[in-house]
């Protein structure tokens, strides 16, 4: 066999088991992505339910002034987008009293 096919055979074999070890680790990549968004899903879901149980807790006498639960959750470390979004995922009702706006439970969830 001449040199140059030789050389060629061999760089074709290199580059086949390269090839192999790229698949390898493209689907151990995809595993590891699985892994990251199933931890993430379950970190959000952790902090909605840590949310939701404050708000709840928070508006369980009454109703309270949006700015003052949106500040307070801020001191907690939510931020004012996350308390948000959990409080429009639950039953709070948005209420305006003196020109100010208030968040209260839904009258369906204090009468039960």
């Known amino acids: ?13 290199q580059i086949s ?16 992505w699985k892994n990251i968004e199933f931890l993430m899903g379950q970190k959000n879901a952790k902090r909605f339910d ?4 404050w708000l709840e807790a928070r508006l369980k006498n009454g109703p309270v002034p949006v700015d003052e639960i949106l500040w307070d959750g ?3 470390g939510f931020s004012k987008g996350y308390v948000r979004q959990v409080k429009a995922k639950m039953e709070i ?8 706006w208030f968040w209260q439970l839904s009258t369906s969830k204090t009468a039960s």
Request: charged share 50%.
């Open 93 to 100: 009702e948005l209420l305006r009293k003196d020109r100010k």
């Open 17 to 32: 088991e390269m090839a192999e070890k790229i698949d390898v680790l493209e689907e151990s990549n995809a595993d590891l």
């Open 50 to 53: 840590l949310i939701g149980s």
């Open 74 to 76: 801020v001191e907690r």
């Open 1 to 13: 066999m001449r040199p140059l096919r030789k050389a060629i055979l061999e760089l074709e074999e």
